[in-house]
T-cell receptor
Framework: AQSVTQPDIHITVSEGASLELRCNYS??????LFWYVQSPGQGLQLLLK??????LVQGIKGFEAEFKRSQSSFNLRKPSVHWSDAAEYFC???????????FGTGTQLKVEL | NAGVTQTPKFRVLKTGQSMTLLCAQD?????MYWYRQDPGMGLRLIHY???????AKGEVPDGYNVSRLKKQNFLLGLESAAPSQTSVYFC?????????????FGSGTRLTVV
């Protein structure tokens, strides 16, 4: 069965600093990969997704993620973090041909002003 | 454009009581899902449905039942609530064969069982 690991439970960055959130997956083939963001008291919003092709994908709110097959990783990045980016971020895996997303345990991002 | 609507948003139950959470989507999606979210555990799939009249168990189905009598609605029932079911519940939907485009989530139901 596929699995997703987000090794960082909490991350704190200063406003304006760069950000990288880690995500590793375990799956036999290349799955579909997603990043979601959850603001306090809200549902999950899709930031970006990867299916195939260019391994660097752009998403909303200035986020990007890079798929690295050799490392089974799909890390989320942002060059300059804004205070409004404070939220919880979830990486998710969708196996090709399947019908269920599997989520990581999430990374809580705190932004210091 | 409502998307996915969950009712109620908050509920407090006593141990042993029953309740039903309602999820409604207006996007004509085939697939619907119920997840629970607990601190440090991410989202775990309870039950899902790939079409009207069909349901299937997810990762943590015990203590829950579901029904999909209409395509747009997916109900999650707790027959006899337990404190371990205190959680935030999220409903999501996706298009058949296009789950690779991701899910649309509701805003959640915060349930406390005392």
């Amino acid at each position: 069965a596929q699995s997703v690991t987000q090794p960082d439970i909490h991350i704190t960055v200063s406003e304006g600093a760069s950000l990288e959130l880690r995500c590793n997956y375990s799956y036999g083939a290349t799955p579909y990969l997603f990043w979601y963001v959850q603001s306090p008291g809200q549902g999950l919003q899709l930031l970006l997704k990867y299916f195939s092709g260019d391994t660097l994908v752009q998403g909303i709110k200035g986020f990007e993620a890079e798929f690295k097959r050799s490392q089974s990783s799909f890390n989320l990045r942002k060059p300059s973090v804004h205070w409004s980016d404070a939220a919880e971020y979830f990486c998710a895996v969708f196996p090709g041909g399947g019908n269920k997303l599997t989520f990581g345990t999430g990374t809580q991002l705190k932004v210091e002003l | 454009n409502a998307g996915v609507t969950q009712t109620p948003k908050f509920r407090v139950l006593k141990t042993g009581q029953s309740m039903t959470l309602l999820c409604a989507q207006d996007m004509n999606h085939e697939y619907m899902y119920w997840y629970r979210q607990d601190p440090g555990m991410g989202l775990r799939l309870i039950h899902y449905s790939v079409g009207e009249g069909t349901t299937a168990k997810g990762e943590v189905p015990d203590g829950y039942n579901v029904s999909r009598l209409k395509k747009q609605n997916f109900l999650l029932g707790l027959e006899s609530a337990a404190p371990s079911q205190t959680s935030v519940y999220f409903c999501a939907s996706s298009s058949a064969g296009q789950g690779n485009y991701g899910y649309t989530f509701g805003s959640g139901t915060r349930l406390t069982v005392v």
